[in-house]
Each structure stands twice: as C-alpha cells, then as structure tokens.
C-alpha cells in the first residue's frame, strides 16, 4: 500500500472525499454496508493510491463486480472518478497553500510529479503552476 505524506491533515483529505461521494453518487442501489465498503475504499483508494483490485478487495468482491457497481453508484468508471476528485483536491490544495507541486501530486496520491501534471493539465486545461497562480489572483 501507497501512503500519501502528512502535509495536508487526513482529516481535511477524508472530508473532501466524502463530499464527492456525495455529490456524484446516483440512487444506490447498493446496501448500507455495501456503501459503507465503497465509501472506505474510495477514501482509501484516494488518498494512499491503490489499484482498482485492492479497492474490490476492500469491498470484498471481484474486480469486475466492484466496476459494475461502480458505475451502478457514479456513473463512470472507478478510476475516471478517482482521477477527477484527485484533481479536485489538488485544486483545493493549490489554491490555498503554497506546498510544493511535488508534494500536491504526492498528497492527492499521484505517483509522480511528471504524471500528476499531465492529468491536471489535460483535465484543467493549464498547468498546477498555472491554476495556483490564477486563483491567487
């Protein structure tokens, strides 16, 4: 398992998280404790950067089911939604601290710096440098 470094509290990570759980997800169709799994393992999945099977084995089903439900809940597939609230908690971070890109993309679980760019740029359409200069303003 990844973990992501302790720039940014857990607390604040886990709360963003959950807000766009809550504000993508469709009527569930899953039960209270299948939701309650999903949830952890996006937070999880989140923050420390783990693969799609550990978040199926989170939930205590097969890596295809864990899709299909998925996509039943949100919408689009488990890792679009997580690279989007990635992205969003990258902006949030950028936006309101001057932390370092490198530590943003590790935080927001990106592997590499090079990698976590490319993603922000394609979604954003500019650069991380670019965006925190832009909300400073």
């Known amino acids: 398992m990844k973990k992501s470094i302790e720039i940014y509290p857990q607390e604040f990570l886990e ?13 569930s169709k899953l039960s209270k404790r299948e939701s309650e ?7 999880e999945g989140v923050i420390q950067g783990l693969s799609i099977e550990e978040l199926a084995n989170i939930c205590c089903c097969s890596e295809s089911t864990f899709k299909r439900r998925f996509v039943d809940q949100y919408n689009m597939s488990p890792h679009r939604w997580i690279l ?8 949030q971070i950028l936006s309101t601290t001057n932390i370092p890109i490198t530590d943003v993309a590790t935080t927001c679980g990106f592997v590499n710096t090079s990698h976590f760019i490319a993603k922000f740029k394609r979604q954003m359409g500019m650069t991380p440098n670019q965006y925190r200069a832009r909300s400073k303003q």
Do not use: V
């Not at 989007?84 to 902006?91: D, K, V």
């Open 15 to 27: 709360q963003e998280i959950k807000q766009q759980i809550d504000q993508d997800s469709l009527k």
């Open 37 to 43: 799994r999903l949830e952890q393992a996006l937070i």
């Open 84 to 91: 989007r609230c990635r992205i969003g908690l990258a902006r």
